[in-house]
């Protein structure tokens, strides 16, 4: 069993950046493959970034270069940290915890546990 708790989130201008954490409970959080997902406005759930126990990281092509995933296994906790942000990048953020396999790892099916979100508003 993991819980996850995002935090970080908030209201920003285009071009500012923002860093969201994930902290999660259990003792094999090294072992997840650790993600973002993003819900904005109107749409489906959509997959932002993961990272691989081994350091392995996935970008949607939307962020690539703009925003950087990274874990810290010794604290239980998964980061997004988000360069350059556009208005299109307003909305819920949540993270996942999961076994996807490697060409999975952008589907929301594949992880089994979730955190509430964090709310990322981006004003122009």
């Known amino acids: 069993q993991v819980q996850l708790v995002e935090s970080g989130g908030g209201l920003v201008q285009a071009g500012d950046s923002l860093r969201l954490s994930c902290a999660a409970s259990?003792?094999?959080?090294?072992?997840?493959?650790m993600a973002w997902f993003r819900r904005a406005p109107g749409k489906e759930r959509a997959f932002v970034a993961a990272i691989g126990w081994t350091g392995s990281t996935y970008y949607a092509d939307s962020v690539k270069g703009r925003f950087t995933i990274s874990r810290d296994n010794a604290k239980n906790t998964v980061y997004l940290q988000m360069d350059s942000l556009k208005p299109e990048d307003t909305a819920v953020y949540y993270c996942?915890?999961?076994?996807?396999?490697?060409?999975?790892?952008?589907?929301?099916?594949?992880?089994?546990?979730w955190g509430q979100g964090t709310q990322v508003t981006v004003s122009s």
């Open positions: 996942a915890a999961g076994f996807p396999g490697r060409a999975a790892v952008t589907r929301t099916g594949e992880y089994g546990y």
């Open positions: 259990g003792r094999t959080f090294s072992s997840y493959v």
